[in-house]
């Protein structure tokens, strides 16, 4: 896992929410820009861990059919 793995998926969803918000809006030198991409792309992927073991658990405890 990523080692932002401590941030919550809320809080990481949130800051990602803000990072599209933020690049949405423009304005932004293509630096600062693409930082901002680079930081969607790493908080795109700790939500997606979040979400890849909450579905794990669900698996493992579902009855077999």
Do not use: F, H, N
Not at 31 to 47: H, P, T
Request: glycine residues 6%; proline residues 2%.
């Amino acid at each position: 896992m990523a080692a932002d793995k401590k941030i919550s998926y809320e809080a990481a969803r949130d800051e990602l929410a803000q990072v599209v918000s933020s690049l949405e809006t423009g304005g932004a030198t293509l630096e600062d820009s693409l930082k901002l991409w680079e930081r969607g792309e790493e908080l795109a992927k700790i939500c997606q861990e979040w979400l890849d073991g909450a579905k794990a658990k669900l698996d493992s405890v579902k009855p077999s059919e």
